[in-house]
């Protein structure tokens, strides 16, 4: 999974199929906080937090969460942030509990829905993924549907719904045309389906806009063969399905 920011917030998003995205790639900052934060309130250990989750102390920031949520168990962004410090624990059982209550406490907080839907996703939990990607996306004030539409493809990929799939990517791509991973799953999509030509053009395409290839295509071949060795179960068919594509 990978993370990006938005106005101070970390929001979390599916990397494509574990293949074409660095797994610590945009990970930069804490979340931001608009409240005061006074020395023995909840506030104020959430703001602890974040400056450890920052400069990643994971366990002393997991401890000054801990402490928010005793004083005030429905502070959102407390929740929210211990969330995302389970997600880095790769507890996910646990990042999905708290991202659960934030959207319980904030329904309609999409960033809350949307790093919900990347938990399910890292347990396998495919519908209700999607139908946490499609809350985020369904908010109009959410900032960056094109994650939300992105990480809703690969749960219907996942699912097997293949056109459902292509058409979650496009609407990624519609929003933002420079954003290479819908690509990577429009490629995996389209090459179940049959539509092997399609497949092979779109790949090329996310090869061209990926900043760690910028079209360099034998550096994506050798590096897709090198994760091979890395990878197992749905990942190393995700590898081995790319490896196929390239060869089109």
């Known amino acids: 999974m990978e993370q990006t920011m938005e106005n101070g917030r970390i929001k979390l998003t599916c990397a494509t199929l574990a ?92 960033d809350g829905h949307n790093n919900l839907g990347v938990s399910y996703m890292q347990l396998g939990k495919w519908s209700q993924a999607a139908e946490s990607f499609s809350r985020a996306i369904a908010n109009p004030i959410y900032q960056t549907p094109e994650l939300a539409y992105y990480s809703l493809g690969l749960a219907m990929y996942r699912m097997g719904q293949y056109v459902k799939a292509v058409d979650s990517f496009k609407d990624s791509i519609r929003r933002d045309r420079k954003f290479a991973l819908p690509y990577y799953g429009m ?50 068919r995700d590898v081995r399905d790319f490896l196929d594509i390239m060869q089109y």
Do not use: W
């Open 19 to 110: 293949i074409c995205f660095l797994m610590s790639a945009g990970c930069a900052s804490s979340p931001s906080s608009t409240e005061v934060a006074h020395e023995g309130d909840a506030g104020f250990h959430n703001t602890m937090g974040m400056a450890f989750l920052k400069e990643g102390k994971m366990q002393l920031a997991y401890v000054e969460f801990q402490k928010a949520l005793q004083l005030d168990s429905d502070h959102r962004d407390a929740n929210y942030n211990l969330g995302l410090t389970c997600f880095q624990l790769e507890d996910y059982e646990n990042s999905m509990k708290y991202f659960l209550k934030v959207t319980k406490i904030a329904p309609d907080f999409p």
């Open 187 to 236: 490629a995996l999509a389209y090459n179940k389906l049959g539509r092997y030509g399609e497949a092979a053009e779109v790949l090329e395409r996310a090869i061209q806009l990926d900043t760690q290839f910028q079209g360099d295509r034998e550096k994506k071949l050798a590096s897709l063969k090198e994760r091979l060795f890395a990878v197992r179960g749905e990942e190393e």
